[in-house]
Each structure stands twice: as C-alpha cells, then as structure tokens.
C-alpha cells in the first residue's frame, strides 16, 4: 500500500505542538522551541516557560482566525504540488526500501503556524507551514517527514533493541542524518531540487559519509557508528 497524503487544517494540533516543543527544552536546552516559536512569536517570552493552555488557544485561534483563507487556499496549492512529485517519490522509496511495507497510519499534514514541522510516529502525522512557502521547500518537507516514517519502520525491524525509549535520541540522530545523506542524492533531487546541511552537530557526519554512495544498510551501520562519537 502506498499511502495518499492528506492535507487539513486543525489549530488543536498546533496547541498540542507548542507543548510538544515547550516539553522538549529540558533535552536541547531549549532550542527547538525558540526556533519553532519564541523567534517568530516573542509574545511567549514574558511567560518564561511557565504558559497556561488557556493563553496558547486563544493565542492560535485568534492566528487561524485571522488567516482561515489564505491557509485553506495554500493547502490546497500545496497538495496540488504534492500530486506532482508523489509518484516519483514513492519509486524512490521502494528502490531503497526493498520489500519494505509502509506501516499503517493516518499519512495526514497538518498546517501549522510553528516554524518547525514535526513528525509523529504515533500516527503518521506531520505539519508543513500554513503560510505559503515555495513549491519545493513544501515538497522537501513532506519528503522529509514522511522517509522518517518508512525509516522507523525498517531501522526497528533492524535493529530491535533500538525500540527501548533509552535509545529515542540516539535513533534521531541516525534518522535526521540518514535522511540528509539520501535526500541530498542526485536522483532525489531531481524531485526536490532543493538541498539541506542538517542540523549544525551532524554537518560533519553528512559530509563524510555523503562521499560514497552507500546501499541502505552500509548507510545505516556507517552512521550508528558515527552517532555514537558524538552522544
């Protein structure tokens, strides 16, 4: 089954990601929730971490209230692109990912006014900004997002002893560079002809191992020992 992205509008799930990221400070020191957030919405830092629900509902209804037209008219401007390249990407996929079966879930994106776009492996959902960006920004991080999902699901298979939470930054580390190292690959970029460096502590992995054309588990195995030099 190759799943079909749907694209919709729900600002609960924004409240739900601002907790998400205001949550994860304790584990970057707090630096996906200023880049997410605090950068581009510096309301938030007078509450000094400590927000009530309330005050972030109102905060994004008040945003989709305010933008309900132009964010509906992007989403479907964004499917439409998306319609594009999904083939091609799914060829892609199967290439790499041999005999490797989608895993079940929602496959929904989500708009969102946060300035980060976070996957959910729960339900196979992510967020892809609500204002209009171009085509192939959109296009690389639904690419992005959804590798990550087909990724989890061969790396667990893999190696099972990864699926303990103990391991749950380790294994981000191995996806996010994994996920830079292919997407950057030539026959990607026909797709998404748009480039990515990685997170600044990865640049260095990315680049080395970017060198060779790796199959998928030789890519796999040079990374984990990578991550391992540097957690």
Known sequence: MIPKIKFKIDPRKDVSTFFDFLRDSKYDEGRNFEWAILKHY??????NNKIDKKI?????????????????????????????????????????????????????????MWSMYPRFLDDKTFQIPAISKKKKVINFIIVHEILHFI?????????????????DFFVWHVSEIFNVII?????????????????????????????????????????????????
């Open 183 to 231: 997407m950057n690959r030539p026959e990607w970029q026909k797709i998404l002809k748009n480039k990515d460096e990685g997170y600044p502590e990865h640049r260095k992995i990315i680049q080395k191992l970017s060198k060779k054309n790796y199959n998928l588990d030789d890519l796999l195995e040079n990374i984990i020992v990578e991550v391992n030099k540097i957690i």
């Open 56 to 112: 972030v509902e109102d905060f994004v209804s008040k945003y989709y209230l305010k933008n309900k037209d132009i964010i509906k008219k992007n989403l479907i401007t964004h499917e439409n692109n998306w319609r594009i390249v999904e083939r091609g990407f799914f060829d892609l996929v199967n290439n790499l990912f041999i005999k490797t079966k989608w895993p079940k879930g929602k496959y929904i994106a989500y708009a969102t």
């Open 151 to 167: 990724f989890y699901e061969y790396f667990f298979n893999k190696y099972k002893k990864y699926k303990s939470h103990k391991y």
């Open 42 to 47: 510096p309301y938030f830092k007078k509450f």
